[in-house]
């Protein structure tokens, strides 16, 4: 009759993965990819005995090995039958799949001593605003003896082949078929957790850091529309007719013209156009003939993290939002999409702050790579009221 043991090294195993869910383990418990478990010298992964004709047989399950659990890298596992050589190419491997999102391994079974297996995805591609469940499997090695009694060693796949939430969200590129296909060196913590607006911790960027820099240039340019008016005459000069323009706007926005972003001070006069009281036009030098105005004297604070509404998205996160690209700038680490009617700048209506950020997106990316929309697939004039946001990518 067999037994089945487990070996100090696989209980001391089981006893940190437990302590491990207790405590809140982080995605990367147990060996990481890349890692071999098992081998020669050291306690296999698990193992099971009998007796035949006085002499103890031991089937051992020494290690399985893989750069990544993906359903394109391969899994490799490797046994022995203790003290019997002769019997190892008689060892039959078969990974069985866990829950209806993992298909059949390819090849469902093996014999030998060595077996190479390639995982299989069932997930869909209709899009979700929650995470695919990982993949994973059971190993079970087994080694038929005499008499119909059977060696069998199962490894759970908590033990190493479940996906850990970084290969899950790797996997969502491999399963949409995506040019972009991340390595885990292209995932990370975002810098900013308004740059995550997908289902997972992690993030994926073509290039590392390129939200951040992004989000960064379009911000100082903003800025600098925000405080682009000309002082024409300098504070203090006086003599002028009263009609002399002491600031001017700064260039036109598109769509929208020029802004100002200076407010009269003395008897200055501002000649053109108010918005909520503020003065959005050229100011005047007024009755005393005197340039009293400094030039762009609006101090308001702008942060445009606070008005993202879309950063990075995995690829079943954004087919739910109603993209149809598998290549979204979105799920590329690429692109952010900035809502200008969250922000509160004194003299701006929400429709020329959609334009002045547009306005911006166009001198960091391009005209072609900034735009107003509504949703991810309506595309719309900045000041038009139904706009909902402005897209830049890179």
Sequence with gaps: MSTRRIGTGRAWLVW????????????????????????????????ASTVQDGEELVLEVLGVSRTSFLTRDPITVRGRVRDAPELDERIQWTLRPIGPQTADADPTSHEGSEAVFHAFSRVGTEGSRRPNPPLEYELVASLPLREGETLRVRLPSSTLLRQDEEDVLRQEYIDYGSRFQPTREQLSLPARTSFNTGNYGFIAEEEKGGLERLLEQVEKRVLALLNNDVQEKSVGVRGLAADTVVVSPGDAIPTVGALGDTDPQGDDVCAGPQVGGRCAGPILAGPNGISETPANNRTTPVALEGIISGAFRNPQRNRASGSANINSPHSLGRALDLDPRLLSIPGKTSAQLMCLVEAAGDAVVGEKNAFTERGSTTFLACDSPAADHVHVRR
């Design 16 to 47: 940190i993965t437990g302590l491990g869910l207790l405590m809140g383990c982080p995605s990367r418990c147990g060996p990481s990819p890349g890692e071999g478990v098992g081998g020669s010298g050291e306690l296999p992964l698990g193992e």
